[in-house]
T-cell receptor
């Protein structure tokens, strides 16, 4: 069974440029998460989807970040414009719906903003 | 607010030693879930275990064991007879639908 797939694995961009990350969750998983992981820290939730609906985006910096999950499967996270402080690993995870269900993570996209 | 503390930033042990990773959590919820994840150098977080707040039974899976104590709000993880392949960053997490992660403990197992 395929796991959570993210692309690209690595991205280097100049500040003020836009960037997008793509995530394909595990088949059948209704819930999809985007997490941000800074170096030496634990992941922090950016947004959670239940099917197509963003049910928790309270931690998403909406002035520059946006996300979508059309058709309730794949998801895209976008940053426009990127800032130096956005350099981090962006992790996508998915799970079956329901409280306490474990999430399975992709390998992440490492973003470097120069 | 929910919070997870992993006081040990880094631990180094020699292969075959036992090692315990500490996790202390804070929550006002009466129903909650605790998790441990492993993050090897490849970067992908690997799910290890889930525990709900109503189940305080300790669990053993091979060389891994977990000790959940509500009285001290702790969910500690022990690796018995550690191996070099256990070297990774280990995260404790808390939540019901959104997960709050601790800062992680970097474990280095030396040959």
């Amino acid at each position: 069974e395929a796991g959570v797939v993210q692309s690209p694995r690595y991205k280097i961009i100049e500040k003020k440029q836009p960037v997008a990350f793509w995530c394909n969750p595990i088949s059948g998983h209704n819930t999809l998460y985007w997490y941000l992981q800074n170096l030496g820290q634990g992941p922090e939730l950016l947004i959670r989807y239940e099917n197509e609906e963003a049910v928790d985006d309270s931690q998403l910096p909406k002035d520059r970040f946006s996300a979508e999950r059309l058709k309730g499967v794949d998801s895209t996270l976008k940053i426009q414009p990127a800032e130096l402080g956005d350099s981090a690993v962006y992790l996508c995870a998915s799970s079956f719906a329901g409280a306490g269900t474990e999430a399975f993570f992709g390998q992440g996209t490492r973003l470097t903003v120069v | 607010a929910q919070k997870v503390t992993q006081a040990q930033t880094e631990i180094s042990v020699v292969e075959k030693e036992d090692v315990t990773l500490d996790c202390v959590y804070e929550t006002r919820d009466t129903t909650y879930y605790l998790f441990w994840y492993k993050q090897p150098p490849s970067g992908e977080l690997v799910f290890l275990i889930r525990r709900n707040s109503f189940d305080e039974q300790n669990e053993i899976s091979g060389r891994y064991s977990w000790n959940f104590q509500k009285s001290t709000s702790s969910f500690n993880f022990t690796i018995t007879a550690s191996q070099v392949v256990d070297s990774a960053v280990y995260f404790c997490a808390l939540g019901r639908q959104n997960f709050v992660f601790g800062p992680g403990t970097r474990l280095s197992v030396l040959p």
